[in-house]
């Protein structure tokens, strides 16, 4: 496949997810023919949203969207995915932690607002944090899986699980009692809604003990928002047949395509030369190029693995963080050190 490079700088920053807009005001605000949405990895989600623009001659330019959480200011970081549903546009954190652990916190949360918004003025966002409520309904999901998940290793397990724990328990958190010393850290990188308003989670980390990536149905995310309920964790599958053999892949992002289907990037389980503990227990899981796959999901099977097809190998490149369909053009958006970088296929 030959990609196209455009080239952008936002906020000195770097990218994570690429989900068209559906707004026809939010486009003509910016005199667009089309765009995209990225988060932004560094900071708190409502600094940290911004648009890859395209005007009508053809130019594409970033717009770093200023937006407002209300009491939630300051309280998130890491957010990694972006998906559509019933007229929102939601934002997933990572649920996970810095390379070296432990996890935080604030990194447990779902954002959403409506992109019309941002076409007048400051963009109100709602953010719900969970306080580990997701991980334990991921983790209860796993645990009844008919495939094992990749054991983490015991120095991961002390430095995400155990050290969380500790560092709770010490600080009298009510949120300790979603933790258990064998639950399997999560990184959530990955998340698109089915028709009937299921969540499907793509994960980072864990993947199988096979080394396929892992995609978890999640319901009930829109009442978070609407009722204070929390969502419930539905099957886990492994996504087969993709991951290159000796290695372990892990979900980069999941969306929709228009014949029912899913596509998705799958990759690296971690970055290379960053300190990562998950890297130095499974080192499998790093020099692995990013491929962009195919699937079909269908919820009333009985099966907890879905066989997946290769499109594309995306190599040489390891941190592909997004891909979106936008008239018959492919787009994929990579995570490069203080810029963002926009591959149009």
């Known amino acids: 496949m030959t990609l196209r490079l455009v080239e952008f700088v936002v906020a000195g920053n770097e990218a994570s997810d690429l989900l068209p807009v559906r707004s026809p005001a939010l486009l003509r605000a910016h005199r667009a023919r089309r765009g995209f949405w990225t988060v932004l990895d560094e900071g708190p989600v409502e600094r940290c949203l911004a648009l890859l623009l395209e005007r009508g001659d053809g130019e ?44 935080r916190p604030r990194r447990a949360f779902v954002a959403r607002f409506r992109e019309d918004d941002a076409a007048a003025g400051t963009l109100p966002v709602q953010v719900v944090r969970n306080r580990f409520r997701l991980h334990r309904a991921v983790n209860d999901a796993l645990a009844k899986a008919s495939f094992s998940p990749l054991p983490p290793g015991d120095r991961v397990r002390s430095r995400f699980i155990v050290e969380t724990l500790a560092r709770g328990t010490a600080r009298a958190k009510s949120w300790v009692t979603r933790l258990a010393e064998d639950d399997l850290p999560l990184n959530v990188e990955a998340a698109a809604f089915a028709p009937d308003g299921t969540a499907l989670l793509g994960l980072r980390f864990p993947v199988t003990a096979d080394g396929e990536p892992i995609l978890v149905e999640l319901a009930g995310v829109p009442e978070m928002f609407a009722d204070a309920a929390w969502p419930r964790a539905g099957r886990a599958y ?48 790093g020099e692995v190029t990013s491929r962009h796959v195919r699937f079909r999901w269908d919820p009333a099977a009985d099966e907890h693995r879905i066989p997946g097809e290769v499109v594309a190998d995306l190599a040489p490149f390891h941190h592909v963080e997004g891909l979106a369909e936008c008239d018959g053009a492919w787009f994929y958006v990579t995570d490069e050190d203080h810029r963002v970088a926009l591959w149009v296929g």
């Open 238 to 285: 492994a996504l087969t047949g993709v991951t290159p053999p000796g290695a372990l892949a892990g979900f980069r992002a999941v969306t929709p395509t228009p014949d029912g289907g899913y596509a998705a990037v799958i990759g690296s389980i971690d970055a290379l030369g960053k300190g990562s503990v998950l890297l130095d227990a499974h080192p499998t899981g």
């Open 60 to 103: 594409w330019a970033a717009h770093h969207v200023p937006a407002d959480a209300g009491s939630e200011n300051g309280r998130t970081e890491d957010g990694e995915a972006l998906a559509h549903h019933d007229g929102w546009v939601y934002v997933f954190g990572s649920h996970f932690g810095s390379k070296g652990g432990p996890l």
